[in-house]
């Protein structure tokens, strides 16, 4: 998951302060993209409106995780809107066909079937740790979402040096379960 997920966490939430600041840092760049191809600046605003609801969505209903940066995501998002709006239009010519605006359209499918492998990595990595015993996937799990090594020493009633120690056992395990994996012994061929 990329850091830029709080950008979907303010979607989801209806955090005002957020979606204000995601309109202040991206508005700008969809609506310059949208005036070089054929639009207004109302159009690009109505497309990104339109675009985050969207992405809202997909984060509501398809539990949506973020690979890549946001803008870049939702630059791609905006840029498919627009192109299906202007073939709705039909009677407007892209005005600039210069390959530097759309230029994102140049590895969109790459970023797609990059973040695919990666889902699928991280499902088989979940798998591979769900056949670890139970004390080192509640520990490897806890670590993954806190980084507060201490607290979570702490709240499983063990020492910060214990858990160290366990938690470089647990992921020895899990390394050496992982490097086992059909998956992973054909990809490092």
């Keep these: 998951m990329h850091s830029d997920q709080k950008y979907i966490q303010f979607l989801l939430q209806?955090?005002?302060?957020?979606?204000?600041?995601i309109y202040?840092?991206?508005a700008d760049k969809v609506v310059i993209m949208i005036r070089r191809n054929s639009g207004s600046d109302d159009d690009g605003f109505d497309i990104l409106q339109e675009s985050l609801v969207d992405i809202y969505h997909m984060?509501?209903?398809?539990d949506f995780q973020l690979t890549?940066?946001?803008e870049a995501f939702l630059l791609l998002v905006c840029k498919r809107?627009?192109?299906?709006?202007?073939?709705?239009?039909?009677n407007k010519e892209v005005t600039n066909t210069e390959s530097y605006v759309f230029d994102i359209e140049d590895d969109s499918q790459t970023?797609?079937?990059e973040h695919m492998a990666l889902v699928e990595k991280?499902?088989?990595?979940?798998?591979?740790l769900d056949t670890l015993g139970e004390r080192c996937q509640e520990i490897i799990k806890r670590c993954m979402v806190?980084?507060?090594?201490e607290k979570i020493a702490a709240s499983l009633g063990l020492t910060y040096a214990y858990l160290r120690k366990k938690k470089s056992e647990c992921m020895a395990k899990l390394g050496e379960k992982v490097k086992a994996h059909p998956f992973f012994k054909a990809n490092n061929r």
């Design 81 to 90: 809107k627009w192109l299906n709006e202007l073939k709705k239009r039909k």
């Design 122 to 128: 991280e499902n088989i990595l979940m798998e591979v």
């Design 24 to 26: 202040r840092k991206f």
């Design 59 to 62: 984060a509501k209903y398809k």
């Design 14 to 21: 209806n955090n005002g302060e957020g979606i204000q600041h």
């Design 111 to 113: 970023t797609y079937l």
């Design 68 to 70: 890549t940066t946001f």
């Design 146 to 149: 806190s980084k507060n090594q």
